[in-house]
């Protein structure tokens, strides 16, 4: 095992392990936990749900309520983008129910 002095701690090379191994990490990263796993993908679901119905819900309920504007009729030009909006949703959500 080769060491590299930092600073005047010895730490192990990157490319080596504490027990002599080859240097492979058994993963790409640091994992996150369980709960911040659903919580991103609830997040996402519901995010990609908001934006996926942006063209054709939102409008009718802002109409609902009183609020009104030119603004509201260039959410139709999102309306092409529903099928990626739909399988990005579609993504979090089969992600989310895998994980529960």
Do not use: H
Not at 37 to 57: N, P
Not at 94 to 100: E, L, P
């Amino acid at each position: 095992m080769t060491t590299v002095k930092f600073r005047g701690v010895c730490m192990p090379d990157q490319g080596s392990t504490v027990d002599g191994g080859t240097g492979s990490r058994g993963g790409a990263g640091p994992r996150l936990d369980e709960r911040t796993q659903k919580t991103i993908f609830t997040g996402g679901s519901v995010l990609g749900a908001i934006v996926m119905s942006s063209c054709c819900i939102i409008p009718l309920a802002l109409f609902s309520v009183g609020v009104t504007g030119a603004w509201i009729g260039n959410l139709a030009a999102l309306y092409p983008y529903k099928i990626y909006f739909f399988v990005v949703t579609a993504g979090f959500l089969g992600a989310g129910f895998y994980k529960a």
